[in-house]
């Protein structure tokens, strides 16, 4: 949802390599996950029609969350 706070829960199984870390480039987050285990990242409201990109800690994997 847009323009509200939201919690990013991430879920890691046996994860390893930079898949376990997390960058929100644009909120200045740099997160490294447990190998196994869940994760809340708080994300501050986001106005609507905006788009913030993740990626992996050496850029490899990305995703972008839509708001």
Known sequence: PANQPMQLKLVTNNTWGCTRAIVIPDLGIQQLLPET???????????????????????????????
């Open 37 to 67: 285990g869940e994760t809340i990242i708080d994300l501050p409201p986001q106005p609507a029609g905006s788009t913030l990109f993740y990626t992996c800690s050496m850029g490899m994997y990305n995703g972008a969350i839509q708001f």
